[in-house]
């Protein structure tokens, strides 16, 4: 039965990864074809099918290849000229994707920023771009205006949803300045001097544990992102793919673009995520596949039953696709909603390693296969969880994992499509991204930053985020892991784990900021946490937050709630202490205890 299963296991495999090469296989870096020219493959393939579908309103594929040309063409009738960036400071909304695309055909960069920054965070994402100037609309308009002085190279501000009338002298209508612009496909030669391997897109990281880096797009990243999801899901001209993602990040901006787009599928798109519309949404508008990240799937399995529950169940929808599904999601999210298929994949906006579970093993990120490990970049390292760098041999090089082993996944460099390194705006950046001298002198392999484990069969397990594992008590503590366990206990919805610092203590120790919720009981979780975890690995600190603030992407911003750690007098929140066998409401007695080492941990 066993060889039977793995016969089956291998078959499927196979069958995606065929799917996925067969479409990347044209990407290619030399290539005249940038991003550009594959979506006016579609539109003249699928003319009259619908391509977005947005708050009532519908473009078709033609619509929108036409209103590109009018964003290229305004482009131009601006003096912007292949190589020149351009902000898109802007929310979900049916243009969106037409004005990157349109720039794209005279050879101009985006910079894709978070519709939701603010103050100097802003001011750094623009700055860094070097954009030439930036779009709003009226809902980013105000945050834009508030930092204005703070953008090193001035810039006209054009706005969306403006009028003429409202206009002033460093403040234009887009919509105006389109009337009358030509709606023909500009001419290729516009864009002659590019080949796939110019920059597309700056895409920034989270953020969340700092100030966002701009990870430089080429065209031809781009197109391994769109076109292996559109090799992935299959999806047909009368599927519907439904995004509450941003389309800022790639995993909503690329990843379910392609899949939509390049097949002539269409994409229902939403401003912004909502758990109570979700299911009735995706019922009522027929979808057939969704696209997620992890925290959106935690949260839908947190939610309360769909007011309609048919909607939950009665849909159409095959398969589920995105990253981040953790563990002890998974399982629940499939049977509750009813979900086929889910295909998880890993990969980082700017890195050079992609992983697919092409078979759908439950908690997995990826699988690679000991008879095609020779065909991926990937492998696992050693490593220093407090140096916070790969362990090296006597020689100088690097050890790899054996199976069971956590390491660090890296991926090696090179000069095709799929494995080269595009790197940041920040040289500096960059370089930190790359170990070199890994298995021989001068090879080059970019770290991903990620802990993960690969078991015999060739599963690969996501572990943490370097920087999220912390040492307590002379053992690694992985944060996932804790939150895992901590995120199952009875009463408790959301669960955020980092260490903080202890005076008289080596390492860190564990503190967990729950989201609970009615009849949440610290004793039952602490005997819940107890009997799963191993002692150094219990939180010894717990905040009971009243809300969580998140990232455009549902990831908490973890730095803010490490600096405060379990300082009361930095927060409204309660925040409790384990002593002996029980947590308490941590106080200044207990604080100043702590401090003169009197209570041990």
Not at 28 to 52: G, Q, R, Y
Not at 169 to 179: G, V
Request: proline share 4%.
């Amino acid at each position: 039965m066993r060889l039977v299963a793995n016969i089956k296991r291998d078959f499927v495999f196979l069958k995606r990864l065929i799917r996925i090469l067969r479409r990347i296989k044209s990407v290619n870096p030399d290539s005249h074809n940038l991003v550009c020219d594959d979506f006016e493959a579609a539109a003249t393939k699928f003319p009259t099918n619908t391509a977005i579908t947005f708050e009532g309103k519908s473009l078709t594929y033609q619509q929108l290849d036409t209103m590109a040309n009018r964003y290229a063409h305004w482009g131009r009738q601006r003096g912007l000229k292949p190589g020149d960036t351009v902000a898109l400071f802007l929310p979900n909304r049916l243009d969106y994707l037409a004005i990157w695309i349109g720039l794209n055909k005279i050879g101009v960069v985006s910079a894709l920023i978070n519709n939701s920054l603010t103050g100097p965070g802003l001011a750094h994402c623009i700055n860094i771009s070097v954009a030439s100037l930036t779009i709003v609309d009226q809902t980013t308009r105000t945050c834009f205006e508030e930092i204005e002085s703070q953008v090193e190279r001035h810039q006209a501000l054009w706005v969306l949803d403006l009028a003429r009338d409202d206009e002033s002298e460093n403040c234009r209508s887009l919509d105006a300045a389109l009337k009358g612009v030509s709606s023909v496909r500009p001419d290729r030669e516009f864009r002659s001097s590019l080949t796939a391997h110019s920059v597309a897109l700056y895409i920034y990281t989270s953020g969340t544990t700092g100030l966002p880096k701009a990870a430089k797009i080429s065209n031809a990243r781009a197109q391994l992102y769109m076109k292996a999801f559109a090799g992935l899901t299959s999806m047909k001209p009368d599927d519907k793919l439904y995004c509450v993602l941003p389309l800022y990040h790639s995993t909503g901006g690329l990843c379910a673009i392609g899949a939509a787009l390049l097949n002539g599928a269409g994409l229902v798109l939403k401003r912004k995520f909502s758990a109570s519309q979700f299911w009735s949404d995706v019922r009522s508008q027929g979808i057939t596949h969704i696209v997620y990240i992890g925290e959106l799937c935690r949260y839908l399995t947190n939610s309360p039953p769909a007011p309609n529950p048919d909607d939950e169940t009665k849909h159409k929808v095959r398969m589920v696709f995105g990253n981040g599904m953790r563990p002890e999601v998974w399982d629940h999210f499939k049977a509750r909603f009813r979900i086929k298929d889910v295909l998880e994949f890993y990969g980082s906006t700017e890195g050079n390693v992609s992983l697919f579970n092409l078979d759908g093993h439950s908690g997995a990120i990826a699988r690679v296969p000991k008879f095609l490990k020779k065909s991926f970049n990937v492998r696992l390292v050693r490593f220093d969880v407090e140096s916070e760098i790969p362990d090296r041999q006597s020689n100088g090089l690097c050890y790899e994992c054996k199976p069971g082993e956590i390491g660090e996944a890296i991926g090696q460099i090179a000069g095709d499509a799929r494995h080269a390194f595009s790197g940041y705006a920040d040289k500096a950046a960059s370089q930190k991204k790359i170990l070199t001298d890994v298995f021989k002198k001068g090879d080059q392999w970019f770290r991903t930053g990620d802990l993960m484990k690969q078991d015999k069969a060739g599963y690969l397990y996501f572990i943490d985020r370097i920087g999220d594992t912390f040492r307590w008590k002379g053992e690694n503590v992985s944060t996932s892991e804790v939150a895992e366990y901590s995120a199952a206990a009875p009463g408790v919805e959301e669960a955020i784990i980092y260490g903080v610092v202890v005076p008289n203590q080596d390492g860190k120790a564990g503190m967990a900021s729950l989201i609970t919720r009615e009849g949440f009981d610290l004793k039952t979780f602490k005997d819940f946490v107890d009997s799963k975890l191993p002692t150094w690995a219990r939180p010894k600190f717990i905040r009971l937050l009243h809300d969580a603030e998140t990232t455009g992407t549902f990831k908490y911003k973890k730095m803010d709630l490490i600096k405060v750690g379990y300082d009361i007098t930095l927060t409204t929140d309660p925040i409790y202490v384990c002593i002996g066998e029980d947590f308490v409401p941590l106080t200044a007695e207990i604080l100043t205890d702590i401090a003169a080492d009197k209570i041990r941990f």
